[in-house]
């Protein structure tokens, strides 16, 4: 606590020097909290992890979190059938596995519940609802600042309405905060804005077109010709429920990709790699994957389904594309329930041309395009973060640490357990850090009512 503090005073005592915290006519400009541990960016898996192990190390943090709630991924924009793609033991987070009673492969609900929990274990009680404009190092400080808006609606009563009644206004005020702290942890992770492909002819289709992040089930669907545009785990996930809920489905495969079960000789897919890959070679175990993989499903691309030359997990650490991992999709495919279509080349209304010259009608499509990084965005650096793509430019397992405080968790492509060794690295280089530095702090004896200490 008293750590904590001095860092605190360390930070006030260069803000009251700061030349630029004035504005010209000598007014305060906004709101100033000044954070003694780290600023996380992000209430996802990634920041609550970070989090958790600086709090077992004895680091104060203060998350940030532009939703309403932790995991906002999760709660607000996956389908209602959702579960975790591989085993738990994989994709627990630091500190706290999972609860015995759940079932290996846990669904959104409960691994929403055991999120909930994990925040509540660790005392983790992010600022909701602030939305990070831009974040920014201060060469002169050699501080961070965080700026930060928040919306609030009010109804206003401005005037007398007809007969006696009032007419009421709704009023936003937008509160604007800057968070200035030695340490920044982007935890936004690649999932932070959605994908949405331009297609020729949006606008002329006439039905639906929808983004799987707000797709909730296939029940609105039932009876309807839906195109699901996208051939990952999700695309794949979303025909399936449609199946399931009566619809008729199609899914676009425009590039090449390996869909392998589930699950092989008894053992999760994903376990079977990882055990193997202690004994063998990435090479020799996608050969051997991939020969189970026909003898359970066949030759895939007899159904459009083409695999690329290089292997499954060598494509996922070169490339950073995940395989397919069926849950009953393929057999779908392989009866006819699902039809697989190529590459869109216009939409029309209610219908849509393929490349290959075909026209087929729809009701509603289905945009399963993915997600993307939104830091470059907000985050004035581009050093340790690459512009094009928001990732970091290192790739695993050296992208987790920037210059000047700055850190990354939730951008391996590895999923859970990726950020959980990120996170983990990240706690105990902040707390090495941490020890040094309020070791040999410079307090100076300031006072300013327009700072809120955190």
């Given at each position: 606590m008293e750590e904590a503090y001095n860092n605190s005073r360390e930070i006030e005592g260069k803000l009251a020097n700061d030349p630029h915290r004035f504005n010209e006519k000598g007014s305060k400009t906004k709101r100033c909290v000044l954070v003694s541990g780290p600023v996380i960016v992000g209430a996802g898996p990634s920041g609550l992890a970070v989090a958790a192990c600086l709090k077992e190390k004895g680091v104060p943090s203060m998350v940030l979190e532009r939703s309403n709630c932790i995991a906002?991924?999760?709660?607000l924009?996956?389908?209602d059938r959702l579960r975790l793609h591989l085993?738990?033991?994989?994709?627990?987070?630091p500190l706290m596995p999972f609860p015995p009673h759940f079932p290996t492969y846990p669904?959104?609900?409960?691994?929403i519940e055991y999120l909930e929990?994990?925040?509540?274990?660790?005392d983790i009680n992010p600022v909701f609802n602030e939305t990070v404009e831009q974040a920014a190092f201060d060469q002169t400080l050699g501080l961070w600042r965080v700026t930060t808006s928040r919306n609030t609606d009010s109804n206003r009563t401005d005037y007398p309405g007809p007969a006696g009644l009032e007419n009421k206004e709704t009023a936003t005020t937008t509160t604007t905060t800057e968070y200035v702290c030695r340490w920044l942890v982007v935890a936004t992770g690649e999932n932070a804005e959605v994908v949405v492909p331009g297609l020729e002819g949006m606008e002329e289709f006439g039905g639906p077109i929808v983004h799987t992040?707000?797709?909730?089930s296939g029940e609105k669907f039932r009876g309807k010709r839906v195109l699901v545009v996208g051939c990952g785990n999700s695309g794949m996930e979303v025909c399936l429920d449609l199946c399931h809920h009566d619809a008729v489905p199609s899914i676009v495969v425009r590039d090449k990709v390996h869909i392998l079960p589930r699950e092989m000789l008894g053992r999760s897919t994903f376990g079977l790699s990882m055990w193997l890959l202690k004994w063998l070679s990435i090479t020799w175990v996608d050969r051997l994957l991939l020969i189970i993989a026909w003898l359970i499903l066949g030759d895939t691309s007899k159904l459009g389904l083409i695999r690329p030359k290089m292997g499954p997990l060598q494509l996922k650490n070169l490339a950073g594309k995940t395989p397919v991992l069926d849950v009953g999709t393929f057999d779908k495919i392989k009866s006819g329930d699902i039809k697989v279509c190529p590459s869109i080349k216009r939409l029309m209304h209610h219908a849509v041309e393929f490349v290959d010259g075909r026209v087929e009608i729809y009701d509603a499509i289905i945009l399963a395009t993915g997600y993307?990084?939104?830091v470059p965005s907000w985050l004035k650096e581009r050093a340790m973060f690459s512009e094009?793509?928001?990732?970091?430019?290192?790739?695993?397992?050296?992208?987790w640490k920037g210059d000047d405080g700055l850190y990354a968790v939730g951008f391996t492509k590895r999923g859970l357990l990726g950020a959980s060794i990120d996170a983990t690295r990240i706690a105990e280089d902040i707390r090495q850090c941490w020890n040094v530095e309020s070791k040999h702090l410079t307090l100076s004896d300031c006072s300013h009512s327009s700072l809120v200490r955190s």
């Open positions: 906002s991924l999760w709660q924009k996956t389908y085993p738990k033991k994989f994709c627990e987070l669904s959104k609900a409960q691994f929990e994990y925040a509540r274990k660790f992040s707000m797709y909730k993307k990084s939104n094009e793509d928001g990732l970091p430019r290192r790739p695993f397992p050296n992208g």
